[in-house]
């Protein structure tokens, strides 16, 4: 267990949010191998439909995410206040909370997801393909539950390098995996996404034993063992809202997407392609926020305010500094890298590619901030206001397609981002200091 109420603050959150990182990382480049290998022996559809299932996919892993996320940060306030009873019980009714969630998850899913699909105008030639591929991952989608609710308990107490481990068992045999199902047994995206539920609850089952071997004093009791709708509210008040707000950035995602499949399958491709890099460096920023949000979360139960103002002052100028250094690496090498994803030296996807980051690099400190004071507002208990910044999100990005793509095409789907990244970054950062002006606010109020 690694207490973050004493000791300096910036070394802390940064060995927390290194091993978070290297996680991140790992993750988007198992995503990026395996885009690889559908690229290499699959071809561009596979790309393109891998590219539209990750939009759909993103409001549902989101709002999943967002849920055990916030049911950690209950538990970090009940570790930082020094009460492990607490913490046991709400561990016990998170756990019960994921089980029906995922059930319910599955079955309506599985059940609409063709629906879904038509309705955001997927090219038909791709339709069969991302359907089979997505009705796959929701019926795995309680492992994914439980990887990141026991991650969460183990950083909720400090642990981030445990995660790391499990997380690296997990993508080494998603790699091997995809290998075997796709390009020797020729499965297509069906066997991509076999192989990411068989990884999730490999990782989810060995998280779940170590926190049972390593923690005993975290290890549920009978008398822990108890359903209890007060601490069903305390959980669902915090992780309900941080589910939405991931889930509305995602339908903001989605409505993009719709638009994006009107477009050539080089560029869908491409437009997913770039994503999907992006999102391996720009996972800093995550890692960072989600170790803003565990100091702040155990600080707050220790009431250590002036703790926190010192740990999101400081993380916010280097993540100023990384995204600065982000931004060069993506304009000048963005070109050279969509080139491993083509058999063939594919003029339009590698311009797709160019074309995004282009767009958007200039608007990565936002980006930055963003996902800083938003986990911050998290961790100090205003999940509704973060939640909130989710709808700003939508907002944005719907209205960016909706006037702009009928004249700018291509590079209007590309500066949806950057410019959401800006608006959104702003408010949240004005309403991050406006809300904690009052800093010892109970939670109750929020």
């Known amino acids: 267990m690694k207490d973050m109420t004493k000791g300096s603050i910036i070394p802390q959150i940064i060995n927390f949010s290194l091993f978070i990182f290297i996680g991140g990382m790992m993750q988007n480049l198992y995503l990026l191998i395996d885009s690889i290998i559908l690229g290499q022996f699959v071809g561009e559809d596979a790309l393109a439909a891998i590219g539209i299932a990750t939009a759909i996919n993103f409001v549902v892993i989101g709002l999943l995410l967002g849920i055990t996320q916030g049911f950690s940060i209950n538990m970090a306030n009940s570790f930082g206040a020094g009460n492990l009873s607490?913490?046991?019980?709400?561990?016990?009714?998170?756990?019960?909370?994921?089980?029906?969630i995922g059930i319910i998850f599955s079955l309506l899913l599985t059940t609409t997801n063709k629906y879904i699909l038509i309705l955001m105008n997927t090219p038909e030639h791709l339709l069969?393909?991302?359907?089979?591929?997505?009705?796959?991952?929701?019926?795995g989608c309680i492992f994914n539950l439980f990887y990141n609710l026991f991650a969460g308990v183990l950083r909720s107490i400090g642990n981030s390098s445990a995660p790391l481990i499990f997380l690296s068992i997990a993508v080494v045999s998603n790699i091997i995996l995809v290998y075997l199902f796709v390009a020797i047994i020729g499965w297509g995206l069906v066997g991509s996404a076999f192989a990411t539920i068989i990884s999730q609850c490999i990782s989810a089952t060995t998280c779940y034993f170590f926190i049972?071997?390593?923690?005993?004093?975290?290890?549920?009791?009978?008398?822990d063992k108890k359903i209890n709708s007060d601490y069903m509210k305390i959980l669902l008040r915090q992780g309900v809202p941080m589910g939405l707000q991931f889930s509305f950035t995602g339908i903001g995602v989605l409505v993009l997407q719709t638009f994006l499949n009107g477009f050539t399958t080089n560029q869908i491709a491409g437009f997913s392609v770039a994503i999907r890099v992006q999102n391996i460096l720009a996972y800093l920023f995550v890692a960072l926020g989600s170790g803003i949000a565990t100091f702040i979360g155990q600080n707050y139960g220790a009431k250590k305010f002036d703790r926190i103002k010192k740990a999101v002052n400081s993380t916010a100028i280097i993540t100023i500094v990384l995204s600065i250094i982000m931004a060069i690496f993506m304009y000048f090498l963005g070109e050279e890298i969509a080139t491993l994803f083509t058999k063939e030296n594919n003029p339009e996807l590698i311009s797709a590619v160019q074309t995004y980051f282009n767009s958007v690099v200039w608007a990565y400190p936002m980006l930055g901030l963003l996902i800083l004071y938003r986990n911050a507002l998290q961790g100090y208990g205003y999940p509704i206001s973060a939640m909130f910044t989710g709808i700003v999100e939508l907002i944005m990005r719907v209205l960016v397609v909706a006037i702009f793509t009928s004249s700018y095409g291509y590079l209007a789907i590309c500066y949806a981002d950057s410019s959401t990244w800006v608006v959104t970054g702003v408010l949240l950062i004005i309403g991050y200091y406006y809300l904690t002006r009052k800093k010892d606010t109970p939670l109750s109020k929020l």
């Open 212 to 223: 049972k071997k390593k923690y005993p004093e975290l290890r549920i009791q009978k008398e």
């Open 86 to 100: 607490k913490f046991r019980k709400l561990m016990y009714n998170s756990i019960m909370l994921c089980i029906f």
């Open 128 to 139: 069969t393909m991302t359907n089979n591929f997505l009705i796959v991952i929701y019926l």
